[in-house]
Structures are given as C-alpha cells and as structure tokens.
C-alpha cells in the first residue's frame, strides 16, 4: 500500500535533462520513441519510480561510466506508473536513464495524439500534435510527470522529409536518414516543467520570422492557410514586447512559434516556444470577422503570452497551485488587450463575460475554494474552470485597483526574479506584493482563494453617511452560512451635495461610512472591480435609476447584472426588473445591452408561456425600437467596432426573441447578399443574420448551413455555422445534429460544446436531452475526456420541472466520471431555475403590456 502522500512521486531521483528522440509513425498512429534522461540519486535505491502511461517500455537501463544496471520494469496502469527495479542498489550521485518505448497516436486529444483534416483541396491531411496539461506528458515517454521536477529538454523528431516538425527549442539541424524520413533536432530548453513540452508533426508551413527584442516570432498553420496568419503576428509582435516591458524580464526562450492546430481540446497551450491553439483562436480572415472573435484572438495570444513568464518561468509547485498560473495570465491578456486596442474597452467586458462566468459557479452551495488540494490527474483537470480564470482573475484585478497599479506590478516583477526557473507556492507571489505594497495583501488574498463564494453588501443609508452589510451570497439561500471575506470597496458618488470617492476594506460583517452629510446616491462597486454584489436600500436604488448618466459604463452592467441574478435567487421580483430595464431607453454601451439582453432572453426561456409568448415579444421589441431605428442594419462610417456590435445584438434579438417578421425576412435576404460577396455585409450583422436565419430556419436552410460548414475553409465561418446548426428550433434538425456527432463530422473537439448549446434550446432542448440519453454511452465515447463537463452547461436550461426531475435522476445513475463537480453544480443551479420558473412566471404574467 502506498503511503502518504501516496499521490506524489518519490523524491530519491531527480531528472536534469532529457534528450529525447521520437518517430511517430502517421500511417499507423503509433510512435516509437528513445530517451536519455540525466538525473540526480539523491540517495542509494534499488528501484525508481516515474510516470508513464499508455506506453510500453521495451527497455530501461541505468548507467554511471562503465557502470550498467538493466532494470525489471513494473507498470501499473491505475496510478500511471512504471516502476525500474535493479537488482543492485544505484549509489547517490549523477547517472543515465536509457528507455526505449513505443505508445499509440490516440484520437483523445491528450498526450501524443493524431488529428486529421481537409486541406485547400478537399485531401485529408494527417498530423501528430502534443497536449500533455495537465498530467499527461506520461502518455508520450516516460518522465517524472509532476511541476516541481524542473528539467531541461532536447528533442529529436524523426519524421517524413516533405511534413514540418515543431518543438520548443529552435531548430539545430536536419539529418536525412536515407528513407525518406529525415531527424529534426531542437535546441535544449531552459529547465521546465514536463507539462510544458511540445512537439507537432504534419503538412504545415510557417510565415516569416519577423524580430522582437531579439526573439524570432513566427506563425505556424496547416499549408494553404498562410492568408489567415496576418492578424494573430501583428497581436503577437505586440504582446510579447508588451509582456517583456511589463514583467521587466526578457522573455526567456529562444523563439516563439504560434501553432494552429485542427483538433484541440482547450483554447490553447502555452508550451514554452511552440504554443499550440485552436484555428478559430488564431487563424482569421480580417475582412469577415467580427470585433469578438478578433477579440478572442488577441486575448488568447496575450494570455499564453504571459505564461511565459508566469507558468513557465515560474511554476507552481504543485497542482493546487493552476490557478494561479491561470488567473495571472486571464488578467494580463485583459491588460495586454486594454493596451493595444483601448477602443474596445476590454476591461468592461471583463465585467460583462469573465467575471460573470465565475459568479454563476462561485453562488452555489457546491462551489470549491481557488485553491485546494489536488491529489489525482483528475482533479488536476477539474481546475480548469470558472473559479479558476475567472474568479481568479477578478480578485487579482480587485487586488491591483486597491494597492495601485505601479506596487502591483513592481511585486510581480520582484515575484519573477526572485523565483526564476524554480517552483513557488501562492504565498510567495502575496509575500512580494506585501514588499511593494507595504499591505497585507496575503491576509486579504487568504480570505477569497482559501473559501469558496462570494459576498454581498447591503447598503443602507445611516445619518451623513452609509451602511455595508456583509453576507454571503447564494443562488438558494442559506442564511446557516456566515462567512466573510475581506473586502476591498470603492465607494462614489454625491453626499450633501458634494461628490465623494473613498475606499474601504470591510473586514467583518457590518461597517458604516461617514460621508460627511445626507446622501444623494451612492455607487458601492465604484470602477466595477469588486468580486461582489451590491444590494441598495430603495431609496438608494431608486436614486442609482434616476442617474444612469452619471454611472460609468461597467458600473451601469454591474447594476443590471446584480438585479437579474436577484431575480434568480427570489432576492427581487421579476417585475421589478422589467420596472429597471425600462429606464436604459438611452443606453449605447453593447456590453450593458449585452446583460439586459441576457436576462431578457432568460426571462423569455423560463418564465414566459406560450399564453404570454406575443406579449413578451412585444416588450422586447418595444425596448429595442429606438435603438434599432437608430443603429439600422448598415454601419455608417464613422461607427466604432463596438457600435457595430450593438447593432448585431439589437438585430439579433429583434429576431430570435421578439420574432419579428420583417426582420427574419431581411436577415433572409442579406444572408443570401452575403454569400455572393462576404465582404458587402459587415461582419456584426453577419453574424446575427446566421443566427436568425437558423431560429426560424427549415430542412434546406439547415442543409444549405451544413454543407457551409462541412466546406467553408475559414475557421470562424465553419464555427458560425456549427453553432448555428445546434440552434434549430426543429425536432428533425436535432437528430441530424446528433447523427453528425456520432459519424464524427463534427470535430469531438466541439462535440460537447454542440450538445449543451442543443440542450440549451428552449424548443427543442427537452427533445435534445431525450435523444441524448438514448446516445449517452457513444457519446462519451467520442467526446475527450478533458472536455465533457461543457455538456453540463446546457443542463441549466431544462427547467421545466419534470424534465429538470428526470435529468437529475439520469445523471444520478448514469455520472459523467470526468465532470463529477461540472455536474453537481449545474444541476444545483438548475433547481435554483427550476424554483425562479415556479416562483416568477405568473407575476411576470401580470405585467407584461398588453
């Protein structure tokens, strides 16, 4: 029996360097694969233990000069191990590892794996790629797989002469073999962790390098797709030189490739030198692509930008330890992004996106802390969530806007080079920021990453000032629950007649502030960066209503924000938002219509019945009406980007939620405009003009949209239109969806996303969840692994009350393995649906205009 932790490896050897030599073989989805790995026997031992999985070891030999040890290798495959037994001790000191081995091309999207795609042409084209994050670098060679045992890499990839090979380090030398194949060697890495090595094989080709600082940046993406590359090396040229300046530090690899991978499970992978993405996140035509999805691009290149430094340079030294790593980068790509293009103001769709997501986890009973402990691979997985970047991200921003910018950043670069090319545990980034802050940053930080939840405050009014109330806020509430955190608030507004602004932190649960005379109104989340919701006395909400003008734009989101998910959690009324949404008939910020939208279309999922479908359809397009008379469907050219998005939210909601005919016939006929000459149509409308035209659509508009993508060779396009297809309000579209998940043309990269965005139909997701019962074991099948628990996020959507009973009871007999948290979540917020449907719908009812 192991002992404790049982979890970990033996720390009796440590690995220095591993020269690696690997040839995949593309035809057959195997590989074979050699290593020589360097390493310190810290003390004298007759058997050695390290990861590996999936592999065969055909042999392991341990050498010191002319010594050789041969050694008996154990596997066990349930803790991911091979054990080297010889049959006289290793003495302490520096010897060899020689293995070979073989392993499998797996389809799972994890390890080594293999991926195919169509070229310009229509030919498959084959590739061998790496994703080894979390704990899967165990699966290409053998390795002391874990973050802490750091070593340096050098890499031979052994592959036919006429495909490119990747890795981490620049390209040294080409050796043809005389078979047709040819070994590519790569220089040695800095010391790193396993989970950050990378290799890609396949009919790719790269751009030119162009310089930054010094450092070689190219762009690498399937041959024939070099057009779509422009964007993502100009973000890039920008980001690294940017992240360099920020941190203080160069960057420290020896180039950096950006790959863009057919078949990927996350957005992502920030491999030191050879980051692996998505296409959609990388490769994109500008002339077609909206505002959002060149957004996208941008974010993902500035956050696996960042771990460069923060991740790779620096890494944590346990598991337990991911969020940080990825809550860093979440908040710098926002830094990044603000920097280069400010006009689409980035921070305030933080607000309105990244923290959002994680609100909706971290206000259920069943949230977990940022940080826990992590014993197994696959709760290593679970990490990666909306606790993780999102609320992660948030409190670090929170955190930044209370001690300043500048001590901020000056503690992380201190945090950089005190901890270069070593491991850290979070405390070690607290104990720098106390240094530059000159505050106790880690007993304020303690409080939001060692629990889970968040707080509200309650603001009353006190004679010349006011009151903050602290309690935690829960989606079903339990007023059982005390905890507080430290809170770091910001306070504006007018008192006396006077205008104020003042911070302060609430440390237990009840403070009041003195303001210096009555007040006039008061915002509580001044800025918007609070991770908290405020709830306002009447009179104080009734003044915040009368002044919308003077609120800045992320703090007008936060109010509607707040006030819908009160309405969620039978804090308020649904008639009191309808009351609050009436009064931002002014309002031009997209990303405040993008959360009265959110709610309206939330209002029109749970709480409308069909007896009340027409009136609601007019009040929808009652509010929108002088905002689309306004916007039109053509952009004039003075419009900024975010304008142009308004407008495809506005035409997009008169047509999938106020049903409009005129506009689900112009959507019609600007979609055909469009497909003879992509460029006439501008992107924004596009946009939502697919989406329309797929609510009302019929069996040839679906066919017509899935041979667009089945054929279209631009990847933000093929994406519309995959979304598309699983939004038809259509029983006969939802089989032919789910029959092109199991025959596989869709990508399982995207099958899980695809069947939660069917589940979340208000048509047809209870015939969706039926068909995906009757398919449930195929599914996950196809599926990987690492991506299942996105097929919880349509779950929320069956409220109904029987479905919602019947979805529970499935789940509770058949589990998702590797989303058991996704799972208890999602289902806790669907009862939370569940009781809002029950609690709202007649009074929604009641005054909805005739």
């Known amino acids: 029996m192991m002992t404790e932790p049982s979890y970990r490896l033996p720390r009796r050897v440590v690995p220095r360097h591993y020269r690696l030599r690997m040839e995949p073989d593309l035809d057959t989805a195997t590989f074979a694969g050699s290593e020589v790995v360097t390493l310190d026997v810290v003390e004298a031992t007759d058997h050695v233990v390290l990861n590996a999985a999936e592999l065969q070891i055909d042999q392991a030999l341990f050498v010191r000069g002319d010594a050789r040890a041969e050694a008996e290798v154990e596997c066990d495959d349930e803790w991911q191990r091979a054990t080297l037994r010889v049959s006289e001790p290793l003495s302490a000191g520096r010897w060899e590892l020689r293995c070979r081995f073989t392993g ?57 002469e006429d495909l490119m090979a990747v890795s981490n380090g620049a390209e040294v030398e080409q050796a043809p073999l005389g078979d047709g194949r040819v070994a590519i060697t790569f220089a040695d890495t800095i010391v790193m962790s396993t989970y950050l090595v990378a290799f890609v094989v396949g009919p790719f080709e790269a751009t030119a390098p162009i310089d930054v600082n010094g450092v070689p940046l190219r762009i690498v993406a399937p041959r024939g797709k070099m057009r779509l590359t422009g964007y993502a090396l100009e973000c890039s040229r920008f980001c690294l030189d940017y992240l360099a300046t920020y941190y203080g530090i160069a960057y420290p690899g020896d180039k950096v490739d950006m790959v863009a991978i057919p078949d990927f499970a996350f957005g992502a992978m920030e491999n030191l030198g050879c980051i692996t993405y998505r296409e959609s996140v990388l ?23 960042a771990h460069m430094w923060f991740g790779d340079l620096v890494t944590m030294k346990w598991w337990n330890g991911i969020w940080l790593n990825e809550a860093f980068a979440t908040f710098m790509e926002m830094k990044a992004v603000d920097a280069y293009r400010p006009e ?38 679970g990490m990666f969530d909306g606790i993780t970047y999102g609320k992660g991200s948030a409190v670090l921003r929170m955190m930044e806007q209370y001690l300043g910018e500048e001590p901020f950043r000056a503690g992380v670069e201190n945090y950089l080079r005190r901890h270069a090319y070593g491991n850290t545990e979070t405390s070690d980034l607290w104990e720098s920021l106390d240094e530059s802050s000159g505050r106790p940053v880690g007993e304020i930080m303690d409080t939001w990453i060692l629990q889970g939840g968040y707080p ?64 006039d109104w008061v915002i509580a989340n001044a800025g918007g960066h609070g991770f908290y919701r405020s709830r306002y006395e009447e009179p104080l909400l009734e003044a915040l209503v009368g002044r919308l003008h003077l609120l800045d734009p992320v703090e007008r989101f936060v109010l509607v924000d707040d006030a819908w998910t009160f309405v969620e959690s039978g804090r308020s ?16 910020e997209q990303a405040v219509w993008g959360a009265l939208l959110g709610a309206i279309g939330a209002i029109g999922h749970h709480l409308v019945t069909d007896g009340a479908r027409r009136r609601y359809e007019g009040w929808v397009a009652g509010l929108l009406a002088p905002l689309a008379d306004r916007l039109g469907w053509a952009p004039a050219d003075e419009e900024t980007d975010l304008e142009r998005r308004l407008r495809g939210r506005v035409i997009d909601a008169l047509g999938r939620l106020a ?32 989406s329309v035209c797929a609510a009302h659509g ?67 997701g209870p015939y969706a969840w039926s068909k995906f019962k009757d398919r449930w074991h195929g599914i996950l099948e196809i599926a990987p692994p690492m991506t ?21 009871a499935f789940l509770a007999e058949n589990p998702l393995p590797h989303a058991a948290k996704a799972v208890e979540q999602k289902l806790e917020r669907l009862s939370a649906l569940v009781k809002m449907r029950e609690r709202e719908t007649g009074a929604l009812a009641e005054v909805l205009p005739e």
């Open 104 to 160: 499998i091309l797996n389809d799972q999207l994890r390890g080594f794996y293999r991926s195919t795609f169509d070229d310009e042409e229509g030919n498959e084209q084959v590739i061998a790629t790496t994703q080894f994050e979390a704990t899967d670098a165990r699966r290409a060679f053998p390795c002391w797989d874990e973050p802490d045992f750091k070593a340096s890499f050098g890499v031979t990839l052994v592959v036919p």
């Open 283 to 305: 490769l994109v035509d500008e002339e077609i692509a909206t505002s959002a999805e060149k957004m996208r691009i941008l974010d993902v290149i500035g956050h696996e930008l």
């Open 344 to 381: 689409w103001k980035r921070w305030l769709e933080f607000a309105a996106a990244e923290r959002p997501w994680a609100f909706k986890t971290d206000e259920l009973a069943g949230t977990r802390p940022v940080e826990f402990e992590v014993r197994s691979p696959a709760q290593a997985e």
């Open 456 to 519: 509200q405050l309650t603001v009353g009014i006190t004679d010349g000032g006011i009151s903050l109330e602290q309690n935690r806020f829960l989606l079903i509430p339990d007023p059982a629950d005390t905890r507080t955190w430290k809170v770091p608030v910001r306070l504006r507004g007018m008192a006396g007649g006077h205008p104020f602004e003042t911070s302060v932190l609430v440390e237990g649960s009840l403070i009041t502030v003195p303001l210096g005379g009555p007040v």
């Open 573 to 588: 009324g649904v008639s009191r938002f309808v009351s609050l949404a009436s009064a931002f008939g002014d309002e031009r």
């Open 659 to 690: 049903n409009l005919p005129e506009v689900v016939e112009q959507a019609r006929s600007v979609y055909e405009q469009r497909l003879a000459d992509a460029t006439s149509v501008d992107p924004e409308v596009a946009g939502a003009v697919i």
């Open 698 to 764: 019929d069996a040839d508009t679906y066919e017509r949209f899935l041979d667009r993508y089945r054929t279209v060779r631009n990847p933000q396009e093929s994406l519309k239109h995959l979304r598309a297809l699983a939004s038809f309000d259509d029983e006969n579209a939802v089989d032919r969806t789910f029959g092109l998940i199991t025959d596989r043309t869709v990508r399982s990269q995207d099958t899980s996303w695809v069947l939660a965005r069917m589940l979340a139909n208000r048509v047809t």
């Open 788 to 808: 299942q628990s996105r097929m919880a996020d349509g779950f929320p959507a069956l409220s109904h009350p029987e479905v919602a009973a019947d979805v529970a």
